[in-house]
Structures are given as structure tokens and as C-alpha cells.
């Protein structure tokens, strides 16, 4: 699958854009400009951008509690988002949804959620969806390490094994479930076996290797568009931040998370690769760096002089008719 | 005595209780934290610290984190009580019950009746409720009330550290499964409490405050609304009994109705939803039970029909209020 000098840019550009919107949410948080619970992405971006790469903007995401880097993947407008975390009007979900609950429908994005394990039942019926239409669409469920243990996550990977469904499990392990180890919390410790027990491919990669998690899903997009049915895909990666903000990560081990950013940054190694290949120069690399960080500053300016949402939001959107 | 906080008169009582029986033990996720991990165990002792030190006195078989999988915990909580443990269980968020309702609904609660009799099952789960920290439509909801219409299952929501303890108490040394509401924005407030163990009878309301106009019932929170415009009103000669009832299932129904017989006016402040809420349920009691003695229309203050929205403001404007509950307490006394 190679990747053309625009995708490569486009890739670097939303993995450096996760990064800078979080970094930039951290202190913004640490200000106490944010209300609610937030849980930063940063550290995990190869995994969202690489796979929402290989799809395409009908195609359908659900996303999680850590739900700002799919968001953004999958195309979110990023001023839009900023708002809806600060809960202002004109946020992606006119303020009433937060950090947990951003979705954008037009993207084929359905939703982050504050449910561990609520988003794979969506996915594979979003998938039976796209199989009745005949569209070619795939759904994919992105999830932690912690999700899989989750008897709704059991049951909807048995169930679209069985239909034949055109979803991709995602589980991006990155070592914890809030305090816990994964090593405690998944029984046999491989999260890929249990997606095999139930008949579909399963594949480990490197998470923090933007190209290894864009193959593995091509891959696995390719199969399930061409009515192969379901397959599970496990990326190692790290968070660099707590499990919310405002946590304090005694379960880490010491210096643990500098010596991640040391070795495992995914920025980082995408730096390096499209450099030894001689595929983006340096240079150009900077010069989206620049543009991204102008794009976060402006969203949160536009986020801070945004207006709150009106008093009658309170009581719009419950139905769809009364 | 002394004064403690509501999350700190918890603590006190998960560890007197556990020294007290062996057969009390304490699962759920995180409530020793960092198994696992390098950090180590005991790294947190829950995400609200409720169940901290437990698991460094009465070790793994008694205290011990569990997966991400909230319908084992309420189920093995269940089972195991049959099989003879007391088992206190956190579910982090009570809008988790989506995931673990059938354990409680069709199972635990069900058994004694379904079974003939027989069947004990004392376990506990203690999970948060309560909108007003911006955690938005699936982190804040109170959900009381759905669990209150199951019979079988008794449902406590102590407003304060000293009914925390006692309730709390009551309800690991009972014989049935109970659901023991914690509101995250009281685990700061402090009071007085015992250092002893103490017990509070599931089923006796605690009337706060005293007076001769207007009976208010209030749940959780909302009471700390109550009594504060209950003093307010009092300034302006306006009395009223502010009735906090401490556990929705049993209900103290005669405290409720022998206030109102009294006051003839009733207000009641309450976080769920209206539709099948608890101040619809409290009206429809008064006013199949004492009707005769109201003098006015029954007021009730409760969010809208609506999910709970993120935003500060319209949060703000979703929660009942002391200016929402003095409105209705005046109206009810029209217009004083
Ligand atoms: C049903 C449910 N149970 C518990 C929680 C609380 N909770 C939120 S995130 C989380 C850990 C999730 O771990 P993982 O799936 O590995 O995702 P990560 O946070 O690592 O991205 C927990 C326990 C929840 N939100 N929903
Ligand atoms: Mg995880």
C-alpha cells in the first residue's frame, strides 16, 4: 500500500494536530479552563490516524472516552471540537456533549463514549447497515485494553463473526485500564487470541509505527469490504498522560513515561522514517508544525470568545419530533 | 465523635465492618488500583479513594480489583452472597447500571421471593449519583428511582457523613442486596460521626429541619438545598419541616404523611427525572393518602425531561436550586 506524498502529509499533519491539541488541553486544563473530565490522546495518535487512513470519509468510526484523536482522524472540524470542550455554542455538539460525547455524523464519526465497551455493538450494526446497502462502507470500533473485558465487546465480536459483518475491532493497548495493569486485568494476557476464538483474523502491530497500523488495516478494510466479514487488530502504545486529567499516575513506573516519549514517539519515528526514505523533507515537516500550531491557537481563541450555548438548548434535541 | 467527611465516614465504615466479619470482602474496578503495574498495588484505593487502606489490612482474597466488567460484579457480588459472604461492590458510576442491570433486576433482588424464601443475599453496591461536576450525559444521572421500583432491592442515598456510616453499616449487616447511592459532590462535606460502629433502621426518615407551613422532602443533595431555604423562609416567618428520608426503599411514608397532615403543603426537590421520578412518587403517596389535608397544590422541583447536558450553564440551569425550591415553597404558600 503506498502512500502518496499528499496522504503523507495529510498523516503527519493529523498525528501532529492530535499531539498539539492535547498537549495544549493539558495546560489549558491545568488553568482550570476546562469543565468535566478529559482524557488526552497524546502518546496514541499513529493508531488513530493510521487507521482512519485507510478509510474513507463515508466509511464509519466508534470511538471512546479518549475520543479527541479519532475525532480528528476522521476529519472533525478542530475549532469545532475545542469548542464543544470548553462547552461553548457552535462546539460540534452545540456544547451539550463534552470531551466524552464529541461525534460528527457527516464524518461517518459515531461518537465518543463514556460507556467502557458501549461502542462495539454500534459498530457492528453500523456495519450490518453498510452490508444491507450494499455501499462498500466498513465500521470500525476503535477500544482500550481495558474495553475487552467487556461482556458487550464478547458479544459483538461473536455476532459479527457469525453475520459476517464488515467491522474491525481496534484495541489500542497502551498498559492500563485507569490504574490497572493489563497483565492483571486480560486473563491470558492476549487480547488477540480472544479475538481469534471467536473466528477472525487477528493481527498485533506496533502502534507508535504509523505504517504498521496503516497496513494491518488496509488489510483488514480490504477483507471486510469485500465481504470477508470481521477481523481484530491489537496496536502496543502508549499514553503519555494520566488516565484523566488531574490524576496522579502512582501506578507508573519511575521516569516511565519520559523514557516512552524517548523511544516510543510516534511522531517521532514517522519523522525519521519518511526522512531515511526521502519521502518529506525536514523542512516541509516544520512547516506543518507551524500551520498546526496556529490551527490549535486559533481554536482555543475561538473557543475561550465563543458565547455560552443558549438557555433553550437545555430543552432542544430530546426527540426528533414531539 | 469527631468530624469527619462523607468519603471519610465511608472509608471508617468499610473498614470497621470488614474487621468486624470476615466475610465481608470489597471488589470493583480499581478499589485497590495498579495491579498490574509497576507502581504496585494499593496505588489509588478507588477513583474516589472510598476503599483506600483496605487492601493493606485485609489482603487479596477480601479486597481485590476486578476487570472492566460491571455485569461479573454485580453478578458474582450476588452469588457470592448466596454462597456466604457479604460482598460490598463499587460500580465507579451508577449510568454503569445499563451494563449490570439484569444482575440486580432479575436476579438479586428476585431471589428470596422467586425461591420460596430462604434466600439471603446480603451484598451491597455502592456507586455515585449526582449531576453538577460537568461530567455530562452518561457520568451524572440519577437513576434512583428505576432502581427503587424493584422489589426485592432496598436503595439508600445518605445525604450526609453521619448517615453514610450508620446506613452504610446497616446495609452490609443486612440480609438483602441493597444499592447505596454516594453523591460525588458530597464526599467533601463534613459532620459529626461517631468512631464507633453504629447502625441507622433502613426505613426511618430524618426530619432536618422543623416547622409549621410546608413540608419539604428532599433526596440526597437536594436536601442541603432544602435546609437552606428552609432557614432562609424562616427569617421571613415562614417555617417548614424539611423531611430527608434516607432510604427510598423502604420509604418512611408515615413521617412524610404525618407531616404533611400538619403543614397541609407539600414541596418535593428531587434530582431524578420527572417522568416515574421520586417527587412524582412522593405526590402521588400524598395525594392518594392525605388529600384531604393539603391546603394547596403539591409543588415539585426536579430537572427537566431531559438527558443531562455538559455545558456549565445549561448544567446549571438543569439542576434544582435554592431559588428554584424557595419559588415553589412560596407559591405553595401562594405567593408569601
Ligand atoms: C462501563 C464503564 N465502566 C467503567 C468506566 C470507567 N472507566 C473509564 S475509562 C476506563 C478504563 C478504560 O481502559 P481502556 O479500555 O484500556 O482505555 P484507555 O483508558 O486506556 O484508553 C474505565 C474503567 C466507564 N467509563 N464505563
Ligand atoms: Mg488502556
Not at chain 2, 435546609?227 to 408515615?254: F, H, K, M, W, Y
Request: aromatic share 8%; proline share 5%; charged share 20%.
Amino acid at each position: 500500500m503506498q502512500l502518496n506524498r499528499d496522504q503523507l502529509e495529510r498523516a503527519y499533519r493529523q498525528m501532529k494536530t492530535i499531539r498539539e491539541f492535547e498537549e495544549r488541553l493539558h495546560i489549558e486544563i491545568g488553568l482550570g479552563e476546562i469543565p468535566g473530565f478529559t482524557h488526552l490522546y497524546a502518546g496514541q495518535e499513529a493508531c488513530a490516524v493510521g487507521v482512519c487512513e485507510a478509510l474513507t470519509n463515508e466509511d464509519y468510526i466508534v470511538s471512546t472516552h479518549r475520543g479527541h484523536g479519532h475525532c480528528i482522524a476522521k476529519g472533525c472540524d478542530v475549532p469545532g471540537m475545542m469548542k464543544e470542550i470548553y462547552g461553548k455554542a457552535g462546539g460540534l455538539c452545540d456544547g451539550k456533549g463534552g470531551s466524552m460525547h464529541i461525534a460528527d455524523l457527516n464524518k461517518g464519526m459515531l461518537g465518543a463514549n463514556g460507556i467502557v465497551g458501549g461502542g462495539p455493538p454500534l459498530a457492528v450494526g453500523a456495519a450490518i447497515a453498510a452490508r444491507n446497502a450494499g455501499n462498500g462502507r466498513v465500521a470500525v470500533a476503535f477500544g482500550g485494553d481495558g474495553s475487552c473485558n467487556q461482556g458487550t465487546v464478547f458479544e459483538a465480536m461473536n455476532m459479527a463473526v457469525v453475520l459476517k459483518a464488515p467491522v474491525i475491532f481496534v484495541f489500542e493497548n497502551n498498559g492500563y485500564s485507569e490504574h490497572t495493569g493489563v497483565s492483571y486485568a486480560v486473563g491470558s494476557g492476549d487480547i488477540s487470541a480472544r479475538s481469534a476464538a471467536f473466528g477472525m483474523p487477528a493481527i498485533k502491530a506496533d502502534g507508535s509505527d504509523f505504517f504498521s497500523v496503516y497496513e494491518a488495516t488496509c488489510e483488514a478494510v480490504e477483507r471486510a469490504r469485500n465481504g470477508g466479514g470481521p477481523s481484530s487488530l491489537e496496536f502496543a502504545i502508549c499514553r503519555y498522560y494520566g488516565h484523566a486529567e488531574g490524576e496522579p499516575q502512582r501506578y507508573r513506573g519511575k521516569g516511565e513515561v519520559a523514557r516512552l516519549r524517548e523511544t516510543m514517539d510516534c511522531l517521532t519515528h514517522f519523522r525519521r522514517k519518511v526522512g531515511e526514505a526521502q519521502l518529506l523533507s525536514p523542512e516541509r515537516l516544520d512547516e506543518i508544525d507551524v500551520e498546526v500550531l496556529e490551527l490549535i491557537e486559533s481554536s482555543v481563541q475561538g473557543a475561550r470568545t465563543a458565547p455560552l450555548p443558549p438557555a433553550e438548548a437545555l430543552f432542544t434535541n430530546v426527540y426528533n419530533a414531539y | 465523635m469527631s468530624i469527619k467527611s462523607y468519603r471519610d465516614a465511608i472509608n471508617e465504615c468499610l473498614h470497621q465492618e470488614m474487621e468486624r466479619d470476615v466475610n465481608v470482602v470489597v471488589f470493583g474496578e480499581d478499589v485497590v488500583g495498579g495491579s498490574g503495574t509497576e507502581g504496585g498495588k494499593e496505588a489509588i484505593g478507588g477513583v474516589f479513594s472510598l476503599t483506600a487502606g483496605l487492601w493493606g489490612k485485609y489482603g487479596d482474597n477480601r479486597v481485590f480489583d476486578t476487570p472492566i466488567s460491571e455485569s461479573a460484579i454485580v453478578g458474582a457480588a450476588a452469588g457470592a452472597a448466596l454462597a456466604g459472604l457479604r460482598p460490598v461492590v463499587e460500580i465507579m458510576f451508577s449510568d454503569f447500571f445499563g451494563l449490570c442491570l439484569d444482575q440486580m433486576y432479575n436476579q438479586a433482588a428476585k431471589f428470596n421471593y422467586m425461591f420460596g424464601g430462604g434466600a439471603k443475599t446480603p451484598m451491597v453496591v455502592r456507586t455515585t449519583t449526582g449531576a453538577g461536576m460537568s461530567a455530562a450525559a452518561q457520568h451524572s444521572q440519577s437513576n434512583y428511582n428505576w432502581v427503587t421500583n424493584i422489589p426485592g432491592m432496598k436503595v439508600l442515598l445518605p445525604s450526609n457523613p453521619y448517615d453514610a456510616k450508620g446506613l452504610l453499616a446497616a446495609a452490609i449487616r443486612g440480609e438483602d442486596p441493597v444499592v447505596f447511592y454516594e453523591n460525588k459532590l458530597l464526599y467533601g462535606i463534613k459532620g459529626e460521626v461517631p468512631d464507633d460502629t453504629y447502625v441507622i433502621p433502613l426505613g426511618k426518615g430524618n426530619l432536618t429541619r422543623q416547622g409549621k407551613d410546608a413540608t419539604i422532602v428532599a433526596f440526597s443533595r437536594m436536601v442541603h438545598i432544602a435546609n437552606a431555604v428552609a432557614d432562609r423562609l424562616a427569617a421571613d416567618g415562614i417555617t417548614c419541616d424539611v423531611i430527608d428520608p434516607r432510604t427510598t426503599s423502604p420509604l418512611d411514608e408515615e413521617m412524610i404523611l404525618e407531616s404533611v397532615q400538619e403543614t397541609g403543603r407539600l414541596i418535593v426537590v428531587d434530582e431524578c427525572n420527572p417522568r416515574c421520578g421520586l417527587a412524582r412518587d412522593i405526590a402521588g403517596l400524598v395525594a392518594s393518602q392525605a388529600f384531604e389535608f393539603l391546603d394547596a397544590p403539591i409543588k415539585l422541583v426536579t430537572p427537566p425531561h431531559t438527558p443531562i447536558p455538559f455545558a456549565p450553564n445549561l448544567e446549571h440551569a438543569y439542576l434544582p436550586n435554592e431559588a428554584k425550591v424557595e419559588a415553589a415553597v412560596r407559591e405553595a404558600l401562594g405567593g408569601r
